[in-house]
């Protein structure tokens, strides 16, 4: 197995076609909390994945996953990152985007959150050139307006931050396709200027 990367969450390995992805245990939590909550969130995370796979999701395919062990075996997406992607094509964005909105759209109507939307969760596939989401440890299940309109602006702010040479003309591009997929998007749009509002009135 060959380490690929460690977050505050999970370690994350890859061996031959697949990826391994391993939660840690947190020393400074109780040891029963701990293990209840790695285990929930290695379920959820699971749970997220096969409805993804029903849905035809461009997403890894899960080919098991252990509650004991916190481990979740999914495949290997071959490609670069969209924050690679972009970082090179920064004249050639729109399309790019767009189906970035498409793709959210998709998750919201079946009310599945991603919670960590960044260009370096979204993966160009090598062969196909098709936007794959990965990384759906923070996801979760809602029919929330709220949660959804959450999601985006956490986009955003990625968006301003990782891209900020083609921002807000990115954004908008991935809004866009956004409410051509999603029937209920002007709603969640609506909300979004609320969680901006918010946001801001923070920073003060």
């Known amino acids: 197995m060959k380490p690929l990367a460690q977050g505050a969450e999970a370690k994350i390995y890859k061996e031959n076609s697949t990826i391994i992805k391993e939660r840690l245990a947190k020393a400074y939590r109780h040891p029963e ?3 209840s909550l790695r285990q ?3 379920r959820r995370e699971a749970k997220v994945l096969q409805k993804l796979e029903e849905l035809r999701f461009p997403a890894p395919h899960l080919r098991e996953f252990s509650d004991k062990r916190m481990s979740i075996v999914m495949d290997f997406i071959p490609g670069e990152t969209l924050k690679e992607v972009l970082q090179q ?3 050639d964005f729109e399309h790019l985007a767009k189906e970035i909105g498409e793709r959210i759209g998709q ?3 079946a009310d599945i959150i991603h919670s960590d939307l960044t260009t370096s969760n979204m993966i160009q596939r090598k062969e196909s050139g098709e936007v794959t989401f990965i990384d759906f440890g923070l996801s979760f299940f809602s029919e929330k307006i709220e ?3 959450v999601d985006l602006f956490l986009l955003d ?3 301003g931050t990782t ?3 083609i921002y807000p003309a990115v954004f908008e591009e991935v809004l866009e396709g956004y409410q051509e997929e999603y ?3 002007d709603n969640v749009l609506s909300r979004l200027q609320l969680v901006e509002r918010r946001g801001r009135n923070k920073k003060k």
């Open 33 to 35: 909390l701990d293990h």
């Open 40 to 42: 929930f969130r290695t």
């Open 89 to 91: 094509k920064e004249n």
């Open 107 to 109: 998750l919201h109507k």
């Open 147 to 149: 949660d959804k309109a």
């Open 157 to 159: 702010r990625a968006l």
């Open 163 to 165: 891209h900020a040479e």
């Open 183 to 185: 029937a209920d998007a």
